[in-house]
Nanobody, 126 residues
């Protein structure tokens, strides 16, 4: 089992920034991707960003490209999501996800990830 713990959510004004962190612990795998998803009330969980275990491959949803940056520290099994120029529509619960994989292609679907964190709330006021 892999445990994921997110932190860094909060309330911020539009145009502001937040940095989310996700620490993985428990069983480790040599090849994996880590991603961020978000879910607003009444909406489906959607892909935000993902990064490969090596940090070489990254992927972003169009809605956050240019504003959010995903990064990782492999030695610490930690992934970060730097969120700049936040908008009210970014308001959601943000979830960290872990995917055991040897594939080159990044994954954007919820079902492709094996483990999930409990989520951290991000609220952007207008």
């Amino acid at each position: 089992q892999v445990q994921l713990v997110e932190s860094g959510g909060g309330l911020v004004q539009a145009g502001g920034s937040l940095r989310l962190s996700c620490a993985a612990s428990g069983r480790t795998f040599s090849r994996y991707d880590m991603g961020w998803f978000r879910q607003a009330p009444g909406k489906e969980r959607e892909f935000v960003a993902a990064i490969s275990w090596s940090g070489i491959r990254v992927d972003y949803a169009d809605s956050v490209k240019g504003r959010f940056t995903i990064s990782s520290v492999t030695a610490k099994n930690t992934v970060y999501l730097q969120m700049n120029s936040l908008k009210p529509e970014d308001t959601a619960a943000y979830y960290c996800a872990y995917r055991i994989t040897t594939a080159q292609a990044m994954a954007r679907q919820v079902y492709e990830y094996d483990y999930w964190g409990q989520g951290t709330q991000v609220t952007v006021s207008s």
